[in-house]
């Protein structure tokens, strides 16, 4: 049974950082692209950031560039997502998602964290 379980979520002051985790189970973890969406209320889910297998390289939607930092570890079926510089248009449930090959919609994904930003 495939399993992808976020954590690190939380309330975060603006300009503050949180360090959002996924850990998958039940793949081969290191064979799969993973990425991070976020879903605001009212807004559609949106792609922040993803990474490739092998070669770890990202791509990063244009309103976390600078600010937001994917990574994983294979060794333990974790991927990472750094958030610094935290604004309150950053606050949304962030969703990992694991897929097999580029240019697919189909996957897994994790039930959610919530991160909010506020004062």
């Known amino acids: 049974q495939v399993q992808l379980v976020e954590s690190g979520g939380g309330l975060a002051q603006p300009g503050g950082s949180l360090r959002l985790s996924c850990l998958a189970s039940?793949?081969?973890?290191?064979?799969?692209?993973m990425s991070w969406y976020r879903q605001a209320p009212g807004k559609e889910r949106e792609l922040v950031a993803e990474i490739s297998s092998g070669s770890g390289s990202t791509n990063y939607a244009d309103s976390v560039k600078g600010r937001f930092a994917i990574s994983r570890d294979d060794a333990k079926n974790t991927v990472y997502l750094q958030m610094n510089s935290l604004a309150p248009a950053d606050t949304a449930v962030y969703y990992c998602?694991?897929?097999?090959?580029?240019?697919?919609?189909?996957?897994?994904w994790g039930k959610g964290t919530l991160v909010t930003v506020s004062s």
């Open positions: 039940g793949i081969t973890f290191s064979g799969y692209i």
């Open positions: 998602f694991a897929k097999l090959r580029w240019g697919i919609s189909y996957g897994y």
